[in-house]
């Protein structure tokens, strides 16, 4: 039998004796936690997956988040046990104690299969996957790489919950605007959903309907429920994908396509949107509202538009005045960067996040 394992919603563990453990009891163990019971409209419910050197990037979005999101927020951390007390020291210093909860969980794949998911794409990457059958007793979550930054309330994100039709369970953005620079629609040897794929760096889940939906596929013509279509996916298609995780995302819904819904690209601005020319209309318009710093723009000089972004929130003391400690400074670096094609719509990058600040400094006013 397993040991009695429980985490508090608090800075707390939740282990997992792997080694003495069969798949019976990795489920058991898993939902076998206490949850602060909330209503969903009062909380908001955001996931990461850490590993490796992605302490500090995790942290700096999990600050993005906190800035100007107006409901509480219970943050879900997954991350390998070194980073455990990392994570604690510097969460437990966040000065918003009332609005923010968090829960460190070990990394944790089925025990007979754990090897192969670990080392598919990245380490610890298609831990997402497991997301609706660890979380149990979790009715709906925004998962987030650690590579996101928030500007704009997480609120606004999570409302698409409510435009849901009765058949989404998720939602996700394009891979690509462009076809001519997609990669999936140029390079893939699997099925994807639509015309360029979706990528899944920001998943907005229902994970009540995902648990309870049944999966159209294309290797029985019994549908099949989350947890019994993952590893036979990843059986038939191991030799196939190239982006692990994301990849057996778009193989799902292409046989699923009516489960999901499509963000805007604003919603995942990523560099592929502006480094071969700006071709994300909607964030022309309105501006960048979640940034995407994949490909490791935030730590290297190639794309200096999305480092400064990521320095300015990095940097940002809480309580400090948002124009003169963030904006201003911000804007001025940005101005740096116009050498550069994305640098050349750096009104983009800070469009929205003007925007969030003035919206911020309302609700505090009316607050007062």
Avoid at 5 to 11: A, I, Q, R
Avoid at 54 to 71: D, G, K, N, P, Y
Avoid at 197 to 208: A, C, E, K, Q
Avoid at 286 to 300: A, K, P, T
Wanted: net charge positive; with cysteine.
């Amino acid at each position: 039998r397993c040991k009695n394992l429980s985490v508090s919603f608090w800075n707390s563990y939740w282990m997992l004796p792997s080694d003495v453990c069969g798949m019976n009891c990795f489920w058991e163990a898993a939902f076998r936690y206490d949850y602060v019971k909330t209503h969903p409209s009062e909380k908001m419910h955001l996931a990461v997956v850490a590993c490796g050197e992605r302490l500090e990037e995790t942290v700096t979005m999990l600050r993005s988040a906190i800035i100007f999101s107006i409901r509480p927020l219970h943050f879900h951390i997954f991350a390998e046990d070194q980073l455990h007390e990392s994570f604690k020291d510097i969460l437990d210093k966040f000065p918003y104690e009332g609005k923010i909860n968090y829960t460190l969980y070990p990394i944790t794949f089925p025990t007979e299969s754990a090897a192969e998911w670990k080392k598919l794409f990245k380490p610890c990457a298609s831990q997402r996957l497991f997301l609706p059958l660890i979380l149990k007793n979790v009715d709906s979550l925004l998962y987030v790489d650690t590579d996101i930054l928030f500007l704009r309330p997480v609120d606004d994100i999570w409302s698409f919950l409510g435009k849901f039709n009765s058949t989404q369970i998720a939602a996700m953005a394009p891979e690509h605007e462009e076809p001519r620079i997609g990669w999936y629609n140029r390079f893939a040897r699997h099925p994807y959903y639509g015309a360029t794929g979706i990528n899944s760096g920001v998943m907005l889940m229902n994970m009540t309907r995902i648990r309870r939906k049944y999966f159209k596929n294309d290797m029985t013509p019994v549908r099949l429920q989350w947890g019994e279509i993952l590893m036979p996916l990843l059986k038939k298609y191991k030799l196939n994908i190239t982006w692990g995780d994301q990849d057996l995302l778009n193989i799902m819904f292409f046989h699923n396509p009516e489960s999901l819904y499509v963000f805007p690209c604003q919603w995942n601005y990523r560099p592929d949107h502006c480094i071969y020319g700006s071709n994300c209309k909607a964030a022309e318009e309105e501006g960048i509202f979640i940034l995407h710093g994949n490909r490791g723009v935030y730590h290297d000089d190639k794309q200096p538009t999305f480092r400064a972004v990521y320095e300015a929130i990095k940097n940002y003391s809480f309580g400090d005045d948002l124009v003169h400690s963030l904006l201003q400074p911000l804007e001025l670096e940005l101005q740096k960067t116009m050498h550069t094609y994305c640098g050349r719509v750096y009104k983009v990058f800070i469009k929205q996040l003007k925007k969030s600040v003035r919206d911020l400094y309302a609700r505090r006013s009316k607050g007062r």
